[in-house]
């Protein structure tokens, strides 16, 4: 059976933070691909209020093996004290490209 790919989500405070925090990922294995998506604006709750920001949001491709270590990296490089990082796994793809993902994200 082949290795699951996950797709992880991951907002930042600005396009600073995202490119380094893609750079790393990419650069040390733990994701195949970050695609960084900038301008969402993301209403939530925090210490009691409702609060409004501009993100850039980063859409990790990994693998299931990966995810550890590339959520231990996320939360040293991460601004935030509290980094949104949702791994969901890939149910179906284009197998070839999946297979890229998984040749490209190593722990």
């Keep these: ?30 994701a195949a691909c970050v695609n960084r998506v900038p301008g969402i604006s993301s209403t939530y709750r925090w210490q009691g209020a409702v ?9 990790i491709k990994t693998t299931a093996a990966c995810f550890d270590a590339l959520r231990a990296r996320v939360r040293e490089l991460h601004p935030y004290d509290l980094p949104e990082l949702i791994a969901v796994p890939v149910e179906r793809g284009h197998e070839a490209y999946l297979d890229w993902v998984r040749a490209n994200a190593h722990a």
């Design 51 to 59: 609060t409004t920001d501009s993100e850039e949001l980063l859409l």
């Design 1 to 30: 059976m082949s290795e699951p790919v996950l797709l992880c989500y991951c907002s930042c405070p600005d396009a600073t933070s995202a490119r380094h925090i893609a750079e790393t990922l990419v650069g040390e294995h733990l």
